[in-house]
């Protein structure tokens, strides 16, 4: 296997000293204020008031009423010590019609939550879209109108001149593996729409065009240099044995490549946006579902990355067989799982990172990573949560060995900073660090609040520390890597 080439120099022991520690959310799931202040229906608050919304039928009209209690979030963030802090803007409370009037109110809540985040010593990381598009456009076609890359390029122009005055980090599209793909949080499955494969492959095209002008609206109109890229679905296949250099390499070709005829993978957008071309092996897989490509649109979609932001919660272990076909590792008895069933996998946050930085070559950000727990409240007034704890120190130390291998990972935000609304899961799922109680909208910090708080102090040092549960005092050697 062929090591990295390192671009940063990670100080011994993996993460780099500027790396960033961060925390995040998106607005439909935590801000509530549905109908405040002049903001107009996505297809999400369509979706959820409809007879086939979400989980017993909730809905984000309320939320974390973050559009009113950011100041005690914000709050919360600085105690711990977040460094950063990754959240999302909502189209349709910033311009209701998706294109044309902006809404001074609702814009003005992201400035009052910017200056918030830096009197309080946090970066701001700005995702442009998280799934929420204005109901108005949908009703336009949606991102299966070609015409939205100059809708997404007029509202990212009203956000960028209002507040790249503050904001140097920008994400434009969060996951369009899934807010174009199937599954509960398409955006197909909210607009009860039902596209062919060809009609989804159309859309991710779009979306590439509107990332592409996107990037070129925020380098030519920000006020401070800024840094832009975008958040996808780390999709990945990894190695069960490390050193098995057969199945580490043919996880790299599938990780890297396009192995199903499905929008799950990575080089499909990625591909475009660096390489500015469709990989080969994608488009012999599409075939005539394969996007017309027209003259000028390679052009725009490829265009400089700062950056990379992975979204990585699992992936699939496994190797290659005799004949050299992959071979996914079959499901052990009682394997460790999270609430929403999902694997739990840290070797992806090593091999996942480390692929996409060998193939591409831009530092990466964990833009996303986090799991579903089952917590409440004790009586005592503490959140045990003990697996959260656990999970994310198995996948922190992934993610420290792959930065000290070279891997220039420059940050990672944890998914999420409160409980909230789940998509189709509604609130029945919690991945916060920060419970909240949904009743009384009351904030309880959980002990992985308190563990993350440690980690973060230390610079990663009080992951080889066994400290479950958060809130003890900081062992001695943990103490000695205090600033
Ligand atoms: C993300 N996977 O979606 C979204 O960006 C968040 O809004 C969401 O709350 C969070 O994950 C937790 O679900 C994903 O299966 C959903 O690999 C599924 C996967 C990845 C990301």
Redesign the pocket.
Known sequence: MSPPSPISSPVSGGFSPEFVWGA?S?AY?IEGAADIDGRAPSIWDVHVHSKDGAYQQHTGDVACDHYHRYAEDVGHMQRLGLGAYRFSISWPRVLPQGVGAVNEPGLDFYDRLVDALLAADIDPYVTLY??DLPYALQLRGGWMNRQIADWFAEYTGVIVDRLSDRVTNWMTL??P??FLGG?P?AAWSVASVRPTLKERLLSVHHCLLAHGDACEVIRARAKKPPKVGL?I???NWFPTDNDDARSVSLARERTRGVPNADLWNTAWYMDPVVHGRYPAEGLVRFGDDAPTVQPGDMERIHQKQDFVGL????GLPGSADDEGAWVDEPEAQGRPRTA?D?TMTPGSLYWCPRYVHEGYGTPVYIT?H?L?NTDWVSLDGRVRDTARIDFTRRYLMELRRAASDGVDVRGYFH??ILD????G?GYK?R?GLIHVDYSTQKRTPKDSYHWYAKVIATHGAHLDEQDYDGVGALAPAAQEALP
């Open positions: 995040a998106s799931q998280h799934w969060n996951e593996q899934i599954g949080g958040s679905v780390g999709v979204n990585v919660y699992h929403l999902w996303e986090g579903s998914w999420s909230n609304f789940e998509w899961q799922e991945f």
